[in-house]
């Protein structure tokens, strides 16, 4: 019988082909050749089939820095089998790094930060360079925002920053920043905070309508009230923003050397669902000492002061400043130090290490891309604070000008310095009532929104602000101000960020971290400033001067009622002054310990002195040369 290959072949009970006896095999040259041979072979893989199957070696690809430790064993003098067997790859790969190593180093000291997930093909310098760029740029883009940069932008930025790093080269290769580089760049930088045009946020929205079961969830679980749900979250101020229409702004950029970023400060604000209480604002600014406070007791300001080269949010805040303000808070209204905080994702959080930093404190942090639509805080309440913060500069500079006719804004705006800032702050953060602080929690926990008597909306605050600030500025006048529109005033309360130049991120790429400023040497200090204490001749000086302007008040008014509820306010406002006054004369008064040490003569104690020049007692010593008489000699 002669099969051919295209024949049915006769199976067993498993499937597979039964092997032929000699007579059924064809007849040909090689027992092994022919159809007989392959018949064999699948018999033999059928047969394997029932074996345990080995397991397959995974192929690993070596990031750039295992490289570098393989190309370090090889420089001390390791050979490429000895090190293939300390990591567990072949040999030949070891070669094959041993032979790229300029490449690969160059790739390390030129591209991707160490945790970056890279392949093993070294890619051009020029795009390494661009890339590691626009990775910086997007981090300061969205670190602040906490939001998303559009793909398009992108893509744009992308091919600027490349036409920058390749300026002066030949043979350039062109760029076309492409789709599918897009997709590749952020799997290499594990970058999430873009999005492709037009895409939906439905998935944003989904994950925000889940954040908010479960947090209603824990609250009723954990029985938290009102007052012991928090929530915190940072925005960036350009603290002497006036309008980018306005001949300040144009005027200003326009100097030479001028950066946007040094008028910057971060801001973290903090307030309980119940709208009665709000922390000290957290203010992170770029000096360590300007000196506009110089001499200052940082723990004595509106504002809890940090300081940071790039104005970027540290996480001591929760340590240092939330839990010891909350935990008082609390037991001033009776209530068990349980607190829940909430805040987003941001990496200045630190989530991992707040998760669990403190016993009665439980952190829940926000999906990626929800804040816009479930913080509270982003629901305008730091919309409303900065519009107090423009009104209130606005203000100042008016008053500034109807006091010395010769002042300009240009001189008011250049002498605004950190000090006032932090002044304007304290009065704006004051200034957000209650009812506006408790109304935004609505879009995550509704059930906590009380009914406020003749309650304003935020909405409605916000407008009235923006009013406000329009008037100011038509009565300051000049160009931008005489015809300011209400999209002036919402793009200084808008949220943005300092967009870095191509040299600030090639500043960046050379260090590692943020820009330097060259501010930084004039205003900050090498050391800190010492803190003069007052004394008690200053707050006399001050003291003796009020009573003058009283008592020239009381004479010069016709309205006795009137100068007289001056000096009843005044005074108090000076009373904590007149305790200090108080205190140290005290002090000045009482005898030092160590008088009382002192050798006494003649049974007689030291009297303490009453005069503030001098506190040493005046002894008599017996005369030393006096010759002892008759009667003690014997």
Same mark, same amino acid.
């Given at each position: 019988?002669?099969l051919?290959?295209?024949?049915?072949?006769?199976?067993?009970?498993?499937?597979?082909?039964q092997?032929q006896?000699?007579?059924?095999?064809?007849s040909? &040259?090689?027992?092994?050749g022919?159809? +007989?041979?392959?018949? #064999?072979?699948?018999?033999?893989k059928?047969?394997?089939e029932?074996?345990?199957?080995?397991?397959k070696?995974?192929?690993?690809?070596?990031?750039?820095m295992?490289?570098?430790?393989?190309?370090d064993?090889?420089r001390? &003098?390791m050979?490429c089998?000895?090190?293939g067997?300390e990591?567990n790859?072949n040999e030949s790969t070891i070669?094959?790094i041993?032979?790229?190593?300029k490449e690969?180093r160059?790739?390390?000291?030129?591209?991707a930060?160490?945790s970056?997930?890279v392949?093993?093909?070294?890619?051009?310098?020029?795009?390494?360079?661009?890339?590691?760029?626009l990775?910086?740029?997007?981090?300061?883009?969205?670190?602040?925002k906490? /939001?998303?940069v %559009?793909s398009?932008?992108?893509?744009?930025?992308a !091919?600027?920053?490349?036409?920058h790093?390749t300026?002066?080269?030949?043979?350039?290769?062109p #760029?076309?920043?492409?789709?599918?580089?897009?997709?590749?760049?952020?799997?290499r930088y594990?970058v999430?905070?873009?999005?492709?045009?037009?895409e939906a946020s439905s998935a944003?929205q989904?994950?925000?309508?889940?954040?908010?079961?479960h947090?209603?969830?824990?609250?009723?679980?954990k029985?938290?009230?009102?007052?012991q749900?928090f929530?915190a979250?940072?925005? /960036?101020?350009?603290? !002497?923003?006036?309008g980018?229409?306005?001949?300040?702004t144009?005027?200003?950029s326009?100097?030479?050397?001028? !950066?946007?970023?040094?008028?910057?400060?971060?801001l973290?604000?903090?307030?309980n669902?119940?709208? %009665? =209480?709000?922390?000290?604002?957290l203010?992170?600014?770029?000096?360590?000492n300007?000196?506009a406070?110089?001499?200052?007791?940082?723990n004595?300001?509106?504002v809890?002061?940090r300081?940071n080269?790039k104005?970027?949010m540290?996480?001591?805040?929760?340590h240092n400043c939330f839990?010891p303000?909350?935990e008082?808070?609390?037991?001033?209204?009776?209530?068990a130090?349980?607190?829940? $905080?909430?805040?987003?994702?941001?990496?200045?959080?630190?989530?991992e290490e707040l998760?669990?930093?403190h016993p009665?404190?439980e952190? $829940? =942090?926000m999906?990626?891309?929800?804040?816009?639509?479930?913080q509270?805080?982003?629901? +305008?309440?730091i919309?409303?604070? !900065?519009?107090?913060?423009?009104?209130?500069?606005y203000?100042?500079?008016?008053?500034a $000008?109807?006091?010395?006719?010769?002042?300009t804004?240009m001189?008011?705006w250049?002498?605004?310095?950190?000090?006032?800032?932090?002044?304007?702050?304290?009065?704006?953060?004051?200034s957000?009532?209650q009812?506006?602080?408790?109304n935004?929690?609505?879009s995550v926990?509704?059930d906590?929104?009380?009914?406020?008597?003749?309650?304003?909306?935020?909405?409605?605050?916000?407008?009235?602000?923006?009013?406000?600030i329009?008037h100011i500025?038509?009565?300051?006048? +000049?160009?931008? =101000?005489?015809?300011?529109?209400e999209?002036?005033?919402?793009?200084i309360l808008?949220?943005?960020a300092?967009?870095?130049?191509?040299?600030?991120?090639?500043?960046?790429a050379?260090? /590692?971290?943020?820009?330097?400023?060259d501010?930084?040497?004039?205003e900050?200090?090498?050391?800190?400033s010492?803190?003069?204490?007052?004394?008690v001749a200053?707050?006399?000086?001050?003291n003796s001067?009020l009573?003058k302007?009283?008592?020239?008040?009381e004479e010069?008014?016709?309205m006795?009622?009137r100068?007289?509820k =001056?000096?009843?306010?005044?005074s108090?406002?000076?009373?904590?002054?007149?305790?200090m006054?108080?205190?140290l004369?005290q002090?000045?008064?009482?005898?030092r310990?160590?008088q009382f #040490?002192?050798?006494?003569w003649e +049974?007689? $104690?030291?009297?303490?002195?009453?005069?503030?020049e001098?506190?040493?007692?005046?002894?008599e010593?017996?005369?030393?040369?006096?010759?002892p008489?008759?009667s003690?000699?014997?």
């Amino acid at each position: 019988m002669s099969l051919s290959r295209g024949a049915s072949e006769p199976k067993d009970r498993r499937g597979c082909p039964q092997r032929q006896s000699s007579t059924e095999r064809p007849s040909g &040259g090689c027992s092994d050749g022919g159809w +007989g041979g392959s018949a #064999f072979k699948m018999t033999a893989k059928c047969s394997a089939e029932v074996l345990p199957a080995v397991p397959k070696r995974k192929k690993a690809v070596m990031c750039l820095m295992e490289k570098i430790r393989v190309l370090d064993k090889l420089r001390s &003098g390791m050979s490429c089998s000895a090190v293939g067997r300390e990591f567990n790859v072949n040999e030949s790969t070891i070669r094959y790094i041993k032979k790229k190593e300029k490449e690969i180093r160059r790739s390390v000291r030129e591209a991707a930060p160490e945790s970056a997930k890279v392949t093993s093909i070294v890619r051009e310098e020029a795009m390494e360079k661009m890339e590691k760029r626009l990775n910086l740029w997007i981090h300061e883009m969205t670190t602040d925002k906490k /939001g998303v940069v %559009d793909s398009i932008v992108v893509r744009l930025k992308a !091919k600027e920053i490349y036409g920058h790093v390749t300026q002066g080269q030949k043979n350039v290769k062109p #760029f076309s920043a492409s789709a599918g580089w897009l997709a590749r760049f952020k799997r290499r930088y594990g970058v999430k905070n873009i999005k492709l045009a037009g895409e939906a946020s439905s998935a944003d929205q989904e994950a925000a309508q889940e954040f908010k079961k479960h947090l209603l969830s824990v609250i009723e679980e954990k029985g938290y009230v009102e007052e012991q749900v928090f929530t915190a979250d940072e925005t /960036g101020l350009f603290y !002497k923003d006036v309008g980018k229409r306005t001949y300040i702004t144009q005027m200003a950029s326009q100097a030479p050397g001028f !950066k946007s970023s040094q008028d910057y400060a971060t801001l973290l604000l903090c307030a309980n669902a119940k709208g %009665d =209480f709000k922390c000290k604002p957290l203010m992170v600014y770029r000096a360590q000492n300007p000196q506009a406070v110089t001499g200052k007791s940082v723990n004595h300001m509106p504002v809890h002061w940090r300081w940071n080269k790039k104005a970027w949010m540290t996480s001591d805040w929760f340590h240092n400043c939330f839990i010891p303000e909350v935990e008082c808070y609390l037991q001033g209204r009776n209530l068990a130090f349980k607190v829940l $905080l909430i805040l987003d994702d941001a990496p200045v959080h630190c989530c991992e290490e707040l998760r669990n930093a403190h016993p009665n404190v439980e952190v $829940l =942090f926000m999906p990626p891309n929800t804040t816009s639509l479930i913080q509270p805080l982003d629901q +305008g309440i730091i919309k409303a604070f !900065k519009a107090h913060y423009t009104r209130e500069l606005y203000s100042k500079a008016l008053e500034a $000008l109807k006091a010395n006719k010769e002042t300009t804004m240009m001189d008011y705006w250049k002498s605004v310095t950190i000090r006032n800032v932090i002044d304007y702050v304290g009065t704006a953060w004051d200034s957000i009532k209650q009812a506006t602080i408790n109304n935004c929690w609505k879009s995550v926990w509704p059930d906590c929104v009380e009914n406020f008597e003749g309650f304003e909306s935020v909405t409605e605050s916000i407008k009235n602000s923006v009013k406000n600030i329009m008037h100011i500025a038509r009565q300051i006048s +000049g160009e931008g =101000f005489d015809d300011m529109k209400e999209d002036d005033v919402e793009e200084i309360l808008a949220e943005k960020a300092v967009e870095p130049t191509n040299e600030d991120l090639d500043e960046m790429a050379k260090h /590692g971290t943020g820009v330097s400023n060259d501010e930084d040497s004039d205003e900050s200090q090498t050391k800190t400033s010492r803190i003069v204490p007052l004394t008690v001749a200053k707050i006399s000086e001050w003291n003796s001067a009020l009573e003058k302007i009283f008592n020239d008040m009381e004479e010069c008014d016709p309205m006795l009622d009137r100068s007289l509820k =001056f000096k009843h306010l005044t005074s108090t406002a000076f009373a904590p002054y007149a305790e200090m006054l108080k205190d140290l004369r005290q002090k000045a008064k009482q005898t030092r310990l160590t008088q009382f #040490f002192e050798p006494v003569w003649e +049974g007689k $104690l030291p009297v303490p002195s009453t005069s503030q020049e001098s506190q040493t007692p005046k002894v008599e010593l017996p005369d030393v040369n006096m010759p002892p008489s008759s009667s003690s000699a014997e």
